[in-house]
Each structure stands twice: as structure tokens, then as C-alpha cells.
């Protein structure tokens, strides 16, 4: 079974702080990704990632950053996190464009 | 602009009765259909794809369809279960050239209830 670990469930942090948030994928999967999903909004796409050191906006990037410097691996950074980042956050990966998402279990960050 | 429109957005039922659950999608061109299954808590995982070919398929107690014509899918829930409770989404793609970054297209959801 593919397994795809969040290093944190939760999260709190401060306004301008800066926060990482760890992906990693255990299936060799060329594709990874992050969401953010809330209620009402459904899951939006934060950015992709289709191999390493390469990646792709998606709708919502501002505010946000990626690494993948390794193919397991898929951080997403908040730079300079703000209020209005506070969420749900997936990250999912899959093997090809026709291959289903694998998600992790999310981390719920809060911004105060 | 490509949408997936879902509904009910909530459904109360009791358990053992059966409920369907519909996505209405205008996403062009189409790749497939899926169906995602999220308990609360955890991440979406996969139900069932459908591709254009495919009229309908199950997956034990679930029975997925599609009407490529009309551009809709239902989820039929069989003699529902308390571990049915859970958030279903709908998932539609394109080939990847052709759509978003991911090719993807996300309904809301429906935030399905099963009561004792």
C-alpha cells in the first residue's frame, strides 16, 4: 500500500512566522502535490510537483513555496504565515497523470 | 471554465437505507471520473474511476455510474453502514495538457450522515 506521511497533525504558529510543512511518499511516485481544503471551498490546489526540483503553480500559490529536492520528499513553505493561512493542508502524490491520489492524513495549521 | 457541481452538500439517512449522491461536471476534455471517499480526520482515498467507456461500475456496496452524453455521475450507497458517515468527493480529469497544473477538477463534496 502507498503511504504518504505529514510529519505534523497539528500545527499552531505565529503571524510571520515562517512554517514547513513535510510530505513524504514511500510508492516512487513521479507526481506530488498540496492542497488546502476548507469548508465550503472544497480542496484547492497549492502547487505540483511532476519531478524532482520541478514544480507548478496551481490556483491559490501566493504565500506559499515548494522544494522537492529529493523524489520522496515535497515540503510546502509558508513564508511569512498570515491568518488567512489558517487550514487543512493534504499533500497527495500519484504515479501518472491516470493514477488515483494517494493523500496523507493532512495537518491542521493554525495562525494566530 | 472547467466545474464539478455536487449535491446534495449534506445528506441525513438512517442506517441500512440506501442514498445516491450526484456530480454534475462541464470539465472539457474529458479523461475520467473518480470518486473519493474522505472519513473525518484523514486524508481522500479512492473509490472507483470511471472512464468515458464505462457506463457503471461497483465497488462492493457502492455503484458508481456515468452519463458522458449528459455529463453526470451518481454514487449509490447500498443498505448504508455507520463507517458510510464520511465526506464524498468528486474528481474529474483531463488530460493533463489540456487542464490545470494537475488536470484535476474538484466538486465540494457531499457530507454524508448515517444515523443508528
Known amino acids: 500500500d502507498v503511504k504518504v506521511t505529514q510529519s505534523s497533525r497539528y500545527l499552531v504558529k505565529r503571524t510571520g512566522e515562517k512554517v514547513f510543512l513535510e510530505c513524504v511518499q514511500d510508492?516512487?511516485?513521479?507526481?506530488m502535490f498540496w492542497y488546502r481544503q476548507d469548508p465550503g471551498l472544497g480542496l484547492r490546489l497549492i502547487y505540483f510537483?511532476?519531478?524532482?526540483?520541478?514544480?507548478e503553480k496551481g490556483d491559490i500559490p501566493e504565500g506559499y513555496s515548494v522544494s522537492r529536492e529529493k523524489k520522496e520528499r515535497f515540503s510546502l513553505i509558508l513564508e511569512s504565515a498570515s491568518t488567512n493561512q489558517t487550514s487543512m493542508y493534504l499533500c497527495?502524490?500519484?504515479?501518472?497523470?491516470?493514477?488515483?491520489?494517494?493523500f496523507g492524513n493532512g495537518t491542521r495549521l493554525t495562525v494566530t | 471554465k472547467n466545474q464539478v457541481e455536487q449535491s446534495p452538500q449534506s445528506l441525513i439517512i438512517l442506517e441500512g437505507k440506501n442514498c445516491t449522491l450526484q456530480?454534475?461536471?462541464?470539465?472539457?476534455?474529458?479523461?475520467?471520473l473518480r470518486w473519493y471517499k474522505q472519513d473525518t480526520g484523514r486524508g481522500p482515498v479512492s473509490l472507483t474511476i470511471?472512464?468515458?467507456?464505462?457506463n457503471t461500475k461497483s465497488n462492493g456496496r457502492y455503484t458508481a455510474t456515468l452519463d458522458a452524453d449528459t455529463k453526470q455521475s451518481s454514487l449509490h450507497i447500498t443498505a448504508s453502514q455507520l463507517s458510510d458517515s464520511a465526506s464524498y468527493i468528486c474528481?474529474?480529469?483531463?488530460?493533463?495538457?489540456?487542464?490545470?497544473?494537475?488536470?484535476?477538477?474538484f466538486g465540494k463534496g457531499t457530507h454524508l450522515i448515517i444515523q443508528p
Open positions: 510537483s511532476y519531478d524532482v526540483k520541478m514544480k
Open positions: 470511471m472512464t468515458f467507456s464505462e
Open positions: 474528481v474529474v480529469s483531463t488530460p493533463y495538457s489540456g487542464g490545470g497544473a494537475d488536470g484535476l477538477t
Open positions: 497527495a502524490s500519484r504515479l501518472r497523470d491516470s493514477s488515483p491520489l494517494h
Open positions: 456530480c454534475n461536471y462541464t470539465v472539457s476534455p474529458f479523461s475520467n
Open positions: 510508492m516512487d511516485h513521479e507526481n
